[in-house]
T-cell receptor, first 115, second 117 residues
Framework: DQQVKQNSPSLSVQEGRISILNCDYT??????FLWYKKYPAEGPTFLIS?????DKNEDGRFTVFLNKSAKHLSLHIVPSQPGDSAVYFC??????????????FGKGTKLSVKP | GAVVSQHPSRVICKSGTSVKIECRSL??????MFWYRQFPKQSLMLMAT?????????EQGVEKDKFLINHASLTLSTLTVTSAHPEDSSFYIC?????????????FGPGTRLTVL
């Protein structure tokens, strides 16, 4: 059973517009969420994270929103740039529960930003 | 930021041979390292968690005799794919958790592309 779901396998956005990547989770014990960016044939790189005590975290063009009641988080990229084209993975963990702090990944969403 | 290296970056081997992949944390100590596998167009699949000085914990469905993991020091973990077969061809990625850092943060290596002929 997938605990972290990214239901959109791909997303195409025009340069300069907003990209919104979505992620849903089922385990209410998750208390920390991360977004990773991955280029082909490379390891994932950390992008931004959010603790369950917050509902928003912003870092430059990247903002992550967390809706705990809906068990949903989203990553907003604005303005989108062609260099943002990559696969974005949502990950979740819980410090004291079953995952013991390990990361549970979604399947990823491939973002294509067109010039 | 914290740097994790992997060696080799890509390897091609014959069926039946064994391949060793190294994962090193370059500027921090990692008490815990993770090994992931990624198939094309799929997510990262956690294979095992290794803690320095103790046996690795394997995820369900991962053969521990096939994928030997050793975490001999705070900066080095190795994954050995024994008697490799074509179905073992995949992209293997390691990550490391900074001993002094935030509990959940993992830093990923660049990955190793394994092709078994």
């Amino acid at each position: 059973d997938q605990q972290v779901k990214q239901n959109s396998p791909s997303l195409s956005v025009q340069e300069g517009r907003i990209s919104i990547l979505n992620c849903d989770y089922t385990n209410s014990m998750f208390d920390y969420f991360l977004w990773y960016k991955k280029y082909p044939a490379e390891g994932p790189t950390f992008l931004i994270s959010i603790s369950s005590i917050k509902d928003k975290n912003e870092d430059g063009r990247f903002t992550v929103f967390l809706n705990k009641s809906a068990k949903h988080l989203s990553l907003h990229i604005v303005p989108s740039q062609p260099g943002d084209s990559a696969v974005y993975f949502c990950a979740a963990s819980d410090n004291y529960g079953g995952s013991q702090g390990n990361l549970i990944f979604g399947k990823g969403t491939k973002l294509s930003v067109k010039p | 930021g914290a740097v994790v290296s992997q060696h080799p970056s890509r390897v091609i081997c014959k069926s039946g041979t064994s391949v060793k992949i190294e994962c090193r944390s370059l500027d921090f100590q990692a008490t815990t390292m993770f090994w992931y596998r990624q198939f094309p167009k799929q997510s990262l699949m956690l294979m095992a968690t290794s803690n320095e000085g103790s046996k690795a914990t394997y995820e369900q469905g991962v053969e521990k005799d096939k994928f030997l993991i050793n975490h001999a020091s705070l900066t080095l973990s190795t994954l050995t794919v024994t008697s490799a077969h074509p179905e073992d061809s995949s992209f293997y990625i390691c990550s490391a958790r900074d001993r002094a850092g935030f509990y959940n943060e993992q830093f990923f290596g660049p990955g190793t592309r394994l092709t078994v002929l």
